[in-house]
């Protein structure tokens, strides 16, 4: 996929896809159960959402591809969990399209003056947007950028005209007499979907440019952003409307607009508010059926639903997204809200889970470029707190949640079990545990092919002579003579010398001066007769080879060229010395299995790759 999307773009479209119904229609019923409180309710779903969206960072940087969450849970937590996890995902974002469709529809039904019912709106939106989705319309992120910039521009004068108007009487008392501590938290669970937008934003990390930086960036700059624009809106509402008018509104932000300037005021926020529904609606829906796309390709969902028409649209799974977003508008509106606030609060439950096991895999190759602070204790802080968000939003809640992952795991264990052989980073946990091999390199070469995508590396020449080098681990106990006796027997019908001869040519090198790089790493390298000749050998020790002094090297890079090849031979030189100060080199190069991984740490290393050398 084109990587065409840069820092503004995942910007506006992280923050477009979060501002929707849960602003412009949630902060009545939020203000309803706890009162102007609803602030502090807000500013905690937003801490919990950025403390949640750090994992989802995390995982994107070191596998940034289409299917968001869904593929990067699968590839650590296993097809079991992940059936469940792309379940819950999109019925959470199915849900969370639903309610941007009831505030659509519900502005519609206060201007026509209470004349057009909801689903009237609901119904024909829902099936207008399944068939521009089908025939491949899709909004642009440029088109994304103008509408976000309309947004704020919209939501700014709405601040300006707000605050010299806000009446301190209005925030007293602060919580509600039913509320409380444990009040104010489960409304903070309540209105955690005003975030859900963020899952659909990790579904586009394939399309981002110089992912390493702008995922991150773009990501927590837009949860941020967001989340103060969210509480300062708050504010304005509380402190303007009277408190019996805000209370159970479905259009509180265009009610105080109104007060605040009369009806352009109205207008303004009203059109802010159907542009924020019609563009949240219509990448919902898309955003969504890539779930079921991407499980039915995993053959964890029968393959119908991965096929796609003449325009590569998958249309089956748009129409099935689009019967569960119509099936939810039957819901009653508080119980579609915590049905999506659970499904999205068990999301980001999952994604920290997956965290702290890719963390534990010991994988050569995942290699976020941004990666959760105080981890471990900020994800269980964050596993612990979404579980006890789920539970103070009531049993309804729980019961929803528990629902969607018991048809996950009927749906694994009665179709997806028999037809998936997924390798995924749970299994390498467990084999170090139980010391059987349970596992193959599928994993670890299909996180090589994601890295060299995501880093848009183009292998040069030291490359090339790495993919065809031969490498080794050395037995335990061995010393200086049993490393010259492996390298001289591996290079020997290579080089077209005696591997005595290649023995003599390294001890003579070694004692003109000590080959020793650092206290870990070693490359003895010699000038051999002939021409065109250039070989790199790697070598490992796990328990170290003595040299001088205390030092004992585990890694050594074996190089043999003949004069004409000095000029390689001196850059490859340079290469393995920049390679090797990275601070995750020994740790990567102590747990790599084998040798195939000991090549992939080089290959995919950070460095600045080499004009090819003339002829």
Not at 298 to 304: C, G, I, Q, T
Not at 461 to 470: G, H, I, M, Y
Not at 507 to 535: M, N, W, Y
């Amino acid at each position: 996929m084109k990587k065409g999307l840069g820092f503004i773009d995942v910007f506006c479209i992280a923050s477009g896809a979060m501002i929707s119904s849960g602003i412009f229609v949630l902060p009545g019923l939020a203000f309803d159960q706890i009162g102007p409180a609803v602030i502090l309710s807000y500013l905690i779903a937003g801490l919990l959402a950025l403390i949640g969206v750090l994992s989802v960072i995390e995982l994107a940087t070191a596998m940034p591809k289409a299917g968001g969450d869904y593929y990067f849970l699968t590839r650590s937590l296993g097809p079991l969990i992940g059936t469940v996890s792309g379940l819950l995902s999109w019925f959470a974002l199915s849900l969370k399209t639903a309610f941007a469709i009831f505030g659509l529809a519900e502005v519609i039904f206060l201007l026509s003056g209470e004349k057009v019912p909801m689903f009237a709106t609901a119904g024909p939106v829902t099936v207008l947007f399944a068939l521009l989705n089908i025939r491949g319309a899709e909004a642009a992120a440029k088109f994304e950028v103008a509408l976000v910039t309309v947004l704020f521009i919209l939501l700014g004068g709405y601040l300006v005209a707000g605050m010299p108007n806000l009446e301190a009487s209005h925030f007293t008392p602060f919580v509600a007499e039913s509320g409380g501590l444990k009040g104010i938290l489960s409304t903070a669970g309540f209105v955690f979907v005003s975030f859900g937008g963020l899952l659909k934003t990790a579904t586009i990390a394939e399309e981002v440019r110089n992912p390493r930086r702008n995922i991150p960036a773009g990501f927590i700059a837009a949860t941020i952003a967001i989340t103060l624009l969210y509480a300062l809106l708050l504010v304005v509402t509380v402190g303007v409307l009277p408190a019996e008018e805000l209370a159970g509104s479905y259009t509180p932000i265009a009610d105080t607009a109104q007060l605040l300037v009369g009806p352009v005021g109205y207008i303004a926020i009203t059109i802010a508010a159907v542009l924020a529904f019609v563009t949240t609606a219509n990448a919902g829906i898309m955003s969504a059926s890539r779930y079921p796309l991407a499980l039915g390709r995993d053959k964890l969902l029968p393959p119908f639903f991965a096929k796609v028409n003449r325009q590569g649209e998958p249309m089956v799974a748009i129409v099935m997204t689009s019967a569960i977003i119509l099936l939810s508008l039957l819901l009653d509106i508080e119980k579609l809200v915590k049905a999506a606030s659970a499904v999205v609060i068990s999301a980001y439950i999952l994604s920290a889970t997956a965290v702290l096991v890719m963390r534990h895999s010991k994988l050569t190759n995942y290699r976020p470029t941004y990666r959760v602070p105080l981890c471990p204790w900020l994800p269980l802080f964050g596993i612990i707190s979404f579980s006890l968000l789920i539970v103070d939003m009531g049993m309804a809640a729980v019961e929803i949640s528990l629902g969607f992952v018991v048809f996950g795991l009927l749906l694994y264990f009665f179709y997806g079990r028999k037809r998936s052989d997924m390798e995924y980073a749970l299994l390498h946990i467990v084999e170090g545990l139980t010391n059987k091999n349970l596992t193959t390199d599928s994993l670890e070469k299909e996180l090589y092919e994601v890295l060299h995508k995501r880093d848009q590396l183009v292998h040069d020449e030291f490359d090339e002579v790495l993919k065809n080098a031969k490498a080794a681990d050395l037995a335990p106990g061995a010393n200086q003579a049993e490393l010259l006796r492996v390298v001289s027997e591996s290079l020997e019908p290579e080089l077209d010398h005696s591997a005595e001869e290649i023995r003599a040519r390294f001890i003579e090198r070694e004692e003109q001066g000590s080959c020793v790089l650092t206290p870990f790493v070693a490359i003895p390298h010699i000038i051999i007769d002939g021409e065109g000749l250039f070989k790199i050998m790697l070598i490992r020790s796990r328990e170290g080879i003595s040299f001088e002094g205390d030092v004992s090297v585990k890694a050594f890079f074996v190089i043999a060229g003949s004069k004409d090849m000095r000029n390689l031979h001196l850059k490859a030189l340079a290469a393995i010395a920049h390679m090797v100060q990275h601070p995750e080199f020994e740790k990567r190069w102590t747990r790599a299995k084998n040798e195939a991984q000991l090549k992939d740490i080089l290959l995919l290393s950070d460095r600045v790759r080499m004009q090819k050398t003339p002829a």
